[in-house]
């Protein structure tokens, strides 16, 4: 069974802090890793992709990914309230094949104090 | 329109109704899925398509029938619904081949209560 594994939280953090959200996963073929927003009562909305090892910066969003030890991660600098939702981490179902299969994550719900 | 739209937003439906739930892409993907998403619970994935055929049923109970006519359209066909069935219904689609295949984008879902 191929898993994702984020912790539910809520992260509570200071407005103007950095978040940290971690993400694990047991699929050592994965290729591709994607964390996803989601606010309550909303759809999931794509944030970030992220493909080789290393970081990869999007604005005040940074998506690290460590293949050998199977965690991608996203970091969130000056946090603002508004940044308050679930991230969900979500990775590529091995090499793929016909499906183009994503495996999520429960998400993490991240609260931004004022 | 852009994005992937869905419609309609709301259904309140009987257990011996029958409704169909539409998405539509205007992304020119060629991969659609259809996934379930309850309160506090992960988002479950049920129906892939890829270029109009169906590629994963994720042991989805046959009172839920998806119709994909197109690359840009799919349908979920309801019928005799249970109440545990009441939950947010997301379409999404992703490109399917080549660079970002991967990427899925959601439509803003239907939330249905089966009563």
């Known amino acids: 069974q191929k898993e994702v594994e984020q912790n539910s939280g809520p992260l509570s953090v200071p407005e103007g802090a950095i978040a940290s959200l971690n993400c694990t996963y047991s699929d050592r073929g994965s290729q591709s890793f994607f964390w996803y ?3 309550s009562g909303k759809s999931p909305e794509l ?4 493909y080789s090892n290393g970081d990869k910066e999007d604005g005040r969003f940074t998506a690290q990914l460590n293949k050998a030890s199977q965690y991608v991660s996203l970091l969130i600098r000056d946090s603002q309230p508004s940044d308050s939702a679930t991230y ?3 990775v590529a179902d091995g090499y793929g094949g016909a499906t183009n299969k994503l ?4 998400g993490t719900l991240l609260a931004v104090q004022p | 329109e852009t994005g992937v739209t869905q419609t309609p937003r709301h259904l309140v ?5 029958k409704k169909s739930l539409k998405c539509e892409q205007h992304l020119g993907h060629n991969a659609m899925y259809w996934y379930k998403q309850s309160a506090k619970k992960p988002l479950e994935l049920m129906f892939v398509y890829n270029f109009k055929e169906q590629t994963e049923n994720n042991s989805v109970p046959s009172r839920f029938s998806p119709e994909c006519p197109n690359s840009s359209h799919l349908f979920l066909h309801l019928h005799t619904l249970q109440p545990e069935d009441s939950a947010l219904y997301l379409c999404a689609s992703s490109p399917g081949t080549g660079a970002g295949s991967y990427e899925q984008y959601f439509g803003p879902g239907t939330r249905l209560t089966v009563t």
């Open chain 1, 103 to 106: 495996i999520f994550g429960t």
């Open chain 1, 37 to 39: 927003r989601q606010y």
């Open chain 1, 47 to 50: 944030i970030m992709s992220i």
């Open chain 1, 88 to 90: 969900l981490c979500a």
């Open chain 2, 13 to 17: 439906m009987g257990m011996t109704n």
